[in-house]
């Protein structure tokens, strides 16, 4: 994302964490491992860097949800899988 030119760290990271099932398929993970990890990675991992403030909260954005502003709709997106 940085190399396309964007420099604000809570959209790239909401970028990648939109992109992060996709990735996972793509370097083989099996369908139901890869959903998990990219939903507990969005749903822990993402939220604490919130909590956590401080330098982490520049790649944290609460519009980085499902419907919120940051949400790209990816038909394969973490959030869209069923």
Known sequence: MHIRG???EALTECEAVQRNYRAAKL????????????????NIIYQERGEIGG????????????????????????????
């Open 6 to 8: 964007e420099r604000n």
């Open 27 to 42: 370097l083989g993970v099996p369908d139901g491992t890869a959903r998990r990890n990219a939903l507990d990675y969005f």
């Open 55 to 82: 330098m982490q909260s520049a790649y944290y954005s609460l519009e980085c949800a499902p419907g919120k502003a940051m949400d790209e709709h990816l038909s394969d997106s973490t959030w869209a899988t069923p």
